[in-house]
């Protein structure tokens, strides 16, 4: 929790993703889980991501740089912006968009039918109390 008055530089939770079909990138997702939306996470994370991506290596040397991303998961509400754009206005510059799952828009017997097909994995059962109840 960070003082009163200062960010939360912490991220709540880090994966690393590979694809055996890609071999030669390795992917960093920065998970930030919001009850509420918070208008400074898109410049937190965009801190967090910079960090990683230049501090982070993979491989059996560790020389290589991690592909980095963020995503916003959304246990009430919607995110309401998923993109930080600070291009020009011929495209040159930086924008950084976010993963977003709004976790209460999702259906809940779309879930269930997905889990039972195995479409989804059983793990998503644990987020069944926030998804949406619409048929």
Request: proline share 7%; aromatic share 8%.
């Amino acid at each position: 929790m960070p003082t009163p008055g200062r960010r939360d530089r912490t991220a709540d939770l880090v994966a690393a993703l590979d694809d055996p079909a890609a071999p030669d990138a390795s992917w960093l997702l920065l998970l930030e889980f919001q009850t509420q939306h918070d208008p400074e996470k898109p410049d937190v994370a965009l801190e967090e991501l910079a960090n990683l991506r230049v501090n982070a290596r993979w491989g059996p040397g560790r020389d290589r740089k991690y592909n980095v991303i963020a995503g916003f998961v959304y246990l009430t509400g919607a995110c309401p912006e998923r993109t930080l754009d600070m291009r020009t206005p011929n495209g040159q510059g930086l924008r950084n968009e976010a993963l977003v799952w709004d976790v209460a828009g999702d259906n809940a017997l779309t879930t269930v039918e997905a889990v039972a097909s195995g479409a989804m994995s059983w793990g998503m059962l644990f987020w069944m109390p926030l998804i949406g109840r619409r048929r």
